[in-house]
């Protein structure tokens, strides 16, 4: 085994014929989630927003008891802010 699976990429196992393993093979960019659901994979490594699965942005949560949530909103509307929670499939 050369690379053992991460949240963003599989398992990587050496055929025995070369001197050097594999290239890793990423899960898939942009709909994997990793860190709990707050973000997704992008080129192997877990660093986009998952705001970003659904096109939406990152904003600021101001509703009560959400302050410390990820929140995504529609793409230049405010009033969309709501908690990653909420969207349709986050890991809760």
Do not use: H, I, W
Request: hydrophobic share 20%; proline share 5%.
């Amino acid at each position: 085994m050369c690379r053992n699976v991460t949240g963003c990429t599989l398992t990587t196992l050496c055929d025995g014929t070369a001197y050097r393993c594999p290239n890793p093979v990423f899960k898939e960019d942009t709909t994997t989630e990793c860190d709990g659901g707050l973000k997704v994979c992008l080129k192997g490594e877990c660093k986009v927003s998952v705001c970003e699965k659904y096109a939406f942005q990152e904003c600021r949560c101001s509703k009560e008891g959400e302050e410390c949530d990820l929140c995504c909103q529609e793409p230049g509307k405010p009033s969309t802010c709501q908690s990653a929670k909420n969207l349709p499939a986050v890991s809760n």
